[in-house]
């Protein structure tokens, strides 16, 4: 089956699934909406019912923390929450909905789904989330992934497939190459830190090896971290961004009423569900707020880097 069937049926049993009672937590009602004022393009949603009504997120206390089959996981979830199953090499990976969305057709993807595999990214699910998005035609789908302690909520293999066609923050940031690792970074003109790489049908095998290698890294010296995968809205020939965020510490807070960090606010897609924090918002008060969780980590990731 190609890319676009997949998408195509993925949207249409969705927006099947929303429109019948009972499946989703919440229709998806985003109250309001906007660009804050600046340079960097932060765009921002208020989503109250997913702050009241989500699921409790999971307190998971380290990068290695087992699977707990006493702990929700998403094996538990019922028959018509999923939404296809897609055959992947040695893999089968599911899309379930999530029941909480932040975007229309926001969905779980969950490689093996049944092994009950702890959130920690493999090989393999990275391999199938690049070469979905880079096949397809559709330029509004994004997956993100958090690392626990950077905003996982669930201890249960998972990427989230959020469609959001609009530009934001990471779409027009600026790059500078680091060394010869094949990785860019954010340039030094830009408010916060991100490693980069550009991929396209050419180099997919190759730089997916040098991705996963920076990821184990990043593991054996315990940083939590975020992976942002999106298609280059810059160019007319299909190639993806992939965003790695690093952080500080691990971060377990989700209070609805402070501003959270994930791969979303990371990469410039601000949802809260607090009116009084939307209406305050500025583009500054973000930044301050990501630089504040990833302030000092990047020396040591530029320093493996320069080293390859």
Not at 24 to 47: D, P
Not at 68 to 90: A, C, G, R, T, W
Not at 218 to 228: D, E, G, S
């Amino acid at each position: 089956m190609l890319q676009n069937d997949q998408i195509k049926i993925i949207k249409q049993i969705w927006t099947e699934l929303h429109n019948k009672p009972g499946v989703f937590k919440y229709n998806l009602n985003i109250l309001s909406r906007k660009c804050l004022q600046g340079k960097y393009n932060i765009y921002t949603e208020l989503n109250p019912d997913r702050a009241k009504l989500r699921r409790i997120p999971q307190v998971i206390p380290s990068l290695f923390t087992k699977f707990d089959h006493n702990k929700f996981n998403f094996s538990q979830i019922k028959p018509d929450e999923k939404l296809l199953d897609i055959p992947f090499e040695d893999v089968v990976v599911s899309f379930i909905i999530n029941q909480s969305p932040l975007t229309v057709y926001h969905s779980l993807i969950c490689p093996d789904l049944e092994k009950c595999q702890p959130q920690l990214i493999t090989e393999n699910s990275l391999k199938f989330c690049i070469e979905f998005l880079l096949y397809t035609d559709e330029t509004g789908f994004r997956i993100g992934y958090n690392s626990p302690g950077a905003l996982a909520s669930v201890n249960h293999l998972h990427l989230h497939l959020l469609y959001l066609d609009c530009d934001i923050f990471i779409d027009n940031a600026e790059l500078e190459v680091i060394g010869k690792s094949g990785a860019y970074r954010f340039s030094k003109t830009m408010p916060t830190e991100a490693i980069c790489y550009l991929i396209d049908d050419s180099n997919k095998q190759s730089i997916l090896k040098t991705i996963y290698e920076l990821i184990k890294f990043m593991c054996h010296h315990n940083i939590p971290h975020n992976i942002f995968i999106t298609r280059d809205r810059t160019q007319t020939n299909k190639r993806l961004k992939l965003f790695i965020y690093a952080r500080d510490q691990h971060y377990i807070v989700k209070d609805t009423t402070v501003l959270n960090a994930g791969f979303c606010e990371f990469s410039g897609y601000v949802t809260v569900g607090d009116s009084e924090l939307f209406n305050s918002l500025t583009e500054e008060k973000v930044f301050e707020k990501l630089k504040s969780e990833s302030a000092n980590v990047y020396t040591l990731i530029y320093k493996y880097l320069n080293e390859l």
